[in-house]
């Protein structure tokens, strides 16, 4: 591995200790759930995953939602929590300045029409909140269909605005 690629390594293992914390699944989990995230990501192939931004990234996401479960699966995390898990630090992932040179030939990554378009907003209740009157309950009773709704709320929100739905979430949980 060149010195390049063990960067990167490193660097990704530290986006994921550092933006997978308490505060992410705070009351969604047991004891060992944030640090068994992190390190579940701090595995995920870049490689992979930008190539799978670019073609099926749904399918991509919800195959490393199913793995994440999986492999969490003494520590009982749901649906909801791992998908909020892996969107938070794939934004992350995204908006490392490094990363981006490295992986992404874009100059307009704000936009709907850029690369990151097909990331998802990250649900919890501020988000969901932010995009509709529904009475929200819990990130642990977000099922996936449940999920696709909030998802085709903040697209068509994400389109109105002319943005990367991503990036809804930036001013959505974002304390004023």
């Known amino acids: ?3 390049c690629q063990i960067f990167f390594s490193k660097l ?4 994921a200790f550092l933006c997978i914390d308490i505060s ?3 009351n969604q989990s047991g004891a060992g759930t944030v640090a068994k995230c992190s390190e579940f990501c701090a595995q995920i192939d870049l490689d992979e ?3 799978a931004l670019k073609n099926n990234y749904a399918l991509y996401l919800d ?3 199913d793995l994440l479960i999986d492999y969490c699966r003494n520590e ?3 649906y909801g929590s791992a998908r909020k898990v892996l969107n938070i630090f794939f934004r ?3 908006y490392n300045g490094f990363i ?3 992986f992404i030939n874009e100059d307009d990554l704000y936009s709907n029409t850029s690369v990151l378009a097909p990331l998802e907003l990250p649900i919890d209740s501020r988000t969901a909140n932010s995009l509709s009157q529904e009475k929200w309950t819990s990130i642990k009773g977000l099922d996936r269909a449940v999920h696709q709704q909030y998802q085709d709320l903040a697209f068509t929100e994400a389109q109105r605005r002319g943005v990367a739905r991503i990036h809804l979430d930036v001013e959505f949980w974002t304390p004023a």
């Open 49 to 51: 995953f930008f190539k």
């Open 1 to 3: 591995m060149c010195g």
């Open 100 to 102: 981006q040179r490295e």
């Open 63 to 65: 195959e490393q939602t």
């Open 76 to 78: 009982d995390i749901q």
């Open 92 to 94: 992350h992932i995204c």
């Open 12 to 15: 990704k293992r530290n986006i």
């Open 24 to 26: 992410v699944l705070r």
